[in-house]
């Protein structure tokens, strides 16, 4: 499996912006081959699609400010 590289410079780390986590095509596919059965299965869900909704709210009165 390969390694993730991560550069970094210790006076500019910032975790809102990951650009400069490095991980190959294998990894990152591997990462959603994990993860997306679970999103798409709470998206499904009751729970997921009440949760959806109130963010597509939220996002539709967003883009009317902007």
């Known amino acids: 499996m390969d390694d993730a590289k991560i550069k970094f410079n210790e006076s500019e780390v910032n975790f809102d912006n990951l650009s400069g986590v490095l991980i190959s095509e ?9 993860f997306l059965p679970d999103i798409v299965s709470f998206f499904e869900s ?10 597509d709210k939220d996002w539709e009165k967003l883009k009317e400010i902007v």
């Open 26 to 34: 294998n990894t990152a596919e591997s990462l959603v081959r994990c």
């Open 46 to 55: 009751e729970s997921g699609r009440k949760e959806f909704e109130e963010w």
